[in-house]
Each structure stands twice: as C-alpha cells, then as structure tokens.
C-alpha cells in the first residue's frame, strides 16, 4: 500500500498539471481526498470544486411559442436522474395539446403561463405536436410523460424516497406492492386546486416536510404546475418534481394505456377518448381543434406575416 507522502506527491504532480492548463476554470482545479489521507482509499478529484453538480445541459426548440427541451428519452433520463436528491428542487413539465391551449388562453404573466416558462425541464408530451412540429421543419421529439414516469422508477436505487400528490388510495396500495423497494409518502389533496390557496399551501407543506428525493405531481394540469412553481419558489423543499398527469394510474392498471401501434400512430388520444368519452369528449374534440389557429398564427408570425 502507498504511504501518505506518496499520495500527496500525486496529488502535488496532478496540481501542477491542472494549474498548469489555462482552459480550465479555477472550480475544476481543486483537488481533495474523499476520506483523510492515510485510509486505503485512492486519490479522488473534484471537477466541480465540492459543488453540486448541475444537470447535463440539454437544447431547447422554440415551438408554439414554447422553448421546449429537444431531447430523447435517455438524454433526459440522464438529465432528470442527476437531479434526484438534490439540495435545491426542480420541477419537469409536459405539456400536449391541451396543456398548450390552455396556456394560448391565459394572460400574459398568469400564474399557468410562468409556471411553465419557470419550469426546468420542458419536454413534448404530444406525438401529434410533434408531428406539427415536423410539418413546420422543426424538430421536436416526443416523451410522452408516462414513459418518463415508468422508466425513472426502473433506475431508482433502493430506498429513494418518493412523495406522491394526487391519485386514489388503491393507486397507492398499488404503488407500494410493485415497487416495495421505495420509501413512499402520500397525500390526497381537496379538489380545486387551481382555485384554492389553501389546497396549494397544503401541497407545498407536504412536499418541504416530507423531503422526499423525487415527488410525482399527478392532480392534473394546469394545476400541478402552479403548484410546483409555488414549491420552487418558496425555497425550502428539495429534489426533482414531475408533473405527470394519469401516469400512476397507468403503471398500475388502473386505467389502460394505448398500445404502442396506436401511440406511434398519433392516435392515442382517441384510444382514451373510447375509454372515457364523457370526461374527454369536451377536451379531444372541441378545445383540443384550436390547437391548429395557434399553429397557423405561430406559422405566419415565423414566416413575418402579419
């Protein structure tokens, strides 16, 4: 085994070799062992100085008026997982064709419009935007929120901690039973979120006191994403939020997802419209439609049309 003197004349050389590289910045030069010297363990190096580390950074795509993340599913798992546990909280948003109407009819600096420039992450959850975004020679890919969801939970180490917002009790017994390997912690929030400060609050208590190293937002939009903006702004929860929509429910079976051919065949909306037509006959077929006078009006302001 290498004496003391021998590890600091290692640490010394590799010190002279970075001071030495003027295209490093300074936090990239510190150096320190992981443990006191004299253990067994091996010289370690800092890149980042003792700080955090930040998320890998990822390209953004301008569409619809929104700088959505231009990633895959691993780029962004990447991304995301390097998040998880962190000291200061980000949140993920993903927004489809409803999310975007929804925003095209708020005001200009409402609390929906800014929950969603200030969010984190921003990933297309729509094939059909992305499709749209084709037809407009723009490339923008799909990631849907549930297969985030469902891949995230793949990758956890054992004894993450999970705090859930939203969902049923059976949900949550279903949760518990498939991944027993995680720390959960839920809570059921009173309708009216959006409308309801108190809900809010609530919410926001909930996540800083449970400390959980990751938290599924699943109370539906725009919501959900008031509500984690509220979180980050106050500064004192922690960790990475995904703001998930039905996500649990379809890792649970409580509601059946679209089969793959139907989701690659942009025609999963109409595979839930069948399943629930009272709750999503209003939302696929009247509002989800103007989806199409933003693009047209996106459209002609890129091309500087008046």
Not at 33 to 44: M, T
Not at 85 to 109: C, E, K, M, Q, W
Not at 152 to 175: F, K, M, N, Q, Y
Request: aromatic share 8%; with cysteine.
């Amino acid at each position: 085994m290498e004496g003391i003197e021998d590890k600091f004349d290692q640490r010394s050389a590799i010190q002279d070799r970075l001071d030495d590289d003027d295209l490093l910045p300074l936090e990239a030069k510190k150096l320190f062992f992981e443990k006191p010297p004299g253990s067994a363990d091996e010289l370690y190096i800092d890149p980042l100085g003792g700080k955090e580390p930040e998320a890998p950074e990822l390209l953004r795509t301008e569409f619809l008026g929104m700088n959505f993340h231009n990633a895959v599913l691993a780029e962004l798992l990447d991304s995301l997982s390097s998040n998880i546990g962190a000291a200061r909280f980000r949140y993920a948003v993903t927004p489809n064709v409803d999310h975007l109407v929804t925003i095209a009819r708020s005001a200009i600096g409402s609390d929906i419009r800014v929950a969603y420039d200030e969010a984190d992450y921003l990933v297309c959850d729509s094939r059909v935007l992305s499709l749209m975004a084709r037809k407009s020679r723009v490339e923008l890919p799909a990631v849907p929120g549930s297969d985030i969801t469902a891949a995230l939970l793949a990758r956890l180490e054992d004894g993450t901690s999970i705090a859930a917002v939203g969902g049923s009790p059976v949900v949550h017994e279903e949760l518990r039973a498939r991944y027993p390997q995680f720390e959960w912690s839920f809570f059921i929030p009173p309708m009216g979120v959006l409308h309801s400060e108190e809900a809010q609050d609530a919410i926001c208590q909930f996540v800083a006191t449970t400390d959980a190293d990751i938290s599924f937002i699943a109370i539906g939009a725009p919501q959900s994403e008031v509500v984690c903006r509220k979180i980050k702004a106050a500064g004192n929860a922690r960790g990475l939020a995904l703001c998930i929509g039905a996500s649990l429910e379809f890792i649970t079976g409580e509601k059946t997802r679209a089969p793959l051919w139907v989701q690659k065949a942009h025609c999963e909306w109409l595979f839930r419209l069948l399943q629930e037509p009272h709750r999503l006959a209003y939302r696929y077929l009247i509002k989800g439609p103007t989806i199409f006078l933003a693009w047209a009006r996106w459209s002609r302001s890129r091309r500087g049309v008046a």
